[in-house]
T-cell receptor, first 115, second 114 residues
Framework: AQSVTQLGSHVSVSEGALVLLRCNYSSSVPPYLFWYVQYPNQGLQLLLKYTTGATLVKGINGFEAEFKKSETSFHLTKPSAHMSDAAEYFC?????????????FGDGTTLTVKP | DVKVTQSSRYLVKRTGEKVFLECVQD?????MFWYRQDPGLGLRLIYF???????EKGDIPEGYSVSREKKERFSLILESASTNQTSMYLCASSHGGGANYGYTFGSGTRLTVV
């Protein structure tokens, strides 16, 4: 079984500041990890994913995340926040043995960007 | 551009009505999912399907059923709508080749039961 914990349901940063959204996972087998973004009144959009290989993965809109097995973490970062980054962000975990590739999602983190 | 299309963005139904939420994908994906999203509770899996006519219960199947008669279409049915089913409903699909593909989501249906 897999689970995901997102630390902090709300994060607020100033425009131009570093964005750091935290995600810790639990998995009994090597995980596949995902970050999704949801803008108001829309569905979720895949930002980036880690499956195998390089532990630092880059996604759309300048976001990146690093898989750290020793810390069971997959934190999402962006060097400089833009107003357009304001959204809700979800971390998700899946694994090779998961039925139908089913993912388990965290509770989400709402990112606010202040001018 | 690949798409998952949910038939309604907003829906208002009365208590006790039978409600159908439709989802269609054009990516030839094997897997399809229905989630509900509520503030503070994240995404909770209702049902999923990994092939035509195949379905499995998710974490919160009570009060819901599903139908998948064609590969591209996955319907969520609220047998007798209740106010506690007021929520945002999200449909998603994924490639059957493995869990590493991630999901493509529809835009969601915001259902209000009055």
């Amino acid at each position: 079984a897999q689970s995901v914990t997102q630390l902090g349901s709300h994060v607020s940063v100033s425009e131009g500041a570093l964005v750091l959204l935290r995600c810790n996972y639990s998995s009994s087998v090597p995980p596949y990890l995902f970050w999704y973004v949801q803008y108001p009144n829309q569905g979720l959009q895949l930002l980036l994913k880690y499956t195998t290989g390089a532990t630092l993965v880059k996604g759309i809109n300048g976001f990146e995340a690093e898989f750290k097995k020793s810390e069971t973490s997959f934190h999402l970062t962006k060097p400089s926040a833009h107003m357009s980054d304001a959204a809700e962000y979800f971390c998700a975990v899946s694994a090779l043995n998961t039925n139908a590739g089913k993912s388990t999602f965290g509770d989400g983190t709402t990112l606010t960007v202040k001018p | 551009d690949v798409k998952v299309t949910q038939s309604s963005r907003y829906l208002v139904k009365r208590t006790g009505e039978k409600v159908f939420l439709e989802c269609v994908q054009d990516m030839d994906h094997e897997n399809m999912f229905w989630y509900r999203q509520d503030p503070g509770l994240g995404l909770r899996l209702i049902y999923f399907s990994y092939d035509v006519k195949m379905k499995e219960k998710g974490d919160i199947p009570e009060g819901y059923s599903v139908s998948r008669e064609k590969k591209e279409r996955f319907s969520l049915i609220l047998e007798s709508a209740s106010t506690n089913q007021t929520s945002m409903y999200l449909c998603a699909s994924s490639h059957g080749g493995g869990a590493n593909y991630g999901y493509t989501f529809g835009s969601g249906t915001r259902l209000t039961v009055v």
